[in-house]
Nanobody, 120 residues
Framework: QVQLVESGGGLVQPGGSLRLSCAASGIFFSINTMGWYRQAPGKQRELVAA???????NYADSVKGRFTISRDNAKSTVYLQMNSLKPEDTAVYYC??????????????WGQGTLVIVSS
């Protein structure tokens, strides 16, 4: 069974920083794209940032220049460094990854989510 476990959420003041981590575990051959999504109350889940196995990145316009996604392939972990946080960044943040699991092909997995609250 493949799973993702997030950590690092919490309460932070506007202008502050947080770093989210997401570690993969289980049996798999490789991880393709890893990403972070978020869902604010009353809104749809949206892509925040994604990173391919080769290190190419993609960001939502609303977080460009403030958030940085990175990954450590040796640790099967993806990170999201969030700086200059704004109240509108408040949401549940979900980790997502696309695993290659062999004969079964690809498997998309979601983490359980971690809550980020930006408030004074």
């Amino acid at each position: 069974q493949v799973q993702l476990v997030e950590s690092g959420g919490g309460l932070v003041q506007p202008g502050g920083s947080l770093r989210l981590s997401c570690a993969a575990s289980g049996i798999f051959f490789s991880i393709n794209t890893m990403g972070w999504y978020r869902q604010a109350p009353g809104k749809q889940r949206e892509l925040v940032a994604a990173i391919t196995s080769g290190g190419s990145t993609n960001y939502a316009d609303s977080v460009k220049g403030r958030f940085t996604i990175s990954r450590d392939n040796a640790k099967s972990t993806v990170y999201l460094q969030m700086n200059s946080l704004k109240p509108e960044d408040t949401a549940v943040y979900y980790c997502n990854a696309d695993f290659f699991v062999g004969r079964a092909g690809s498997l998309e997995v979601w983490g359980q989510g971690t809550l980020v609250i930006v408030s004074s």
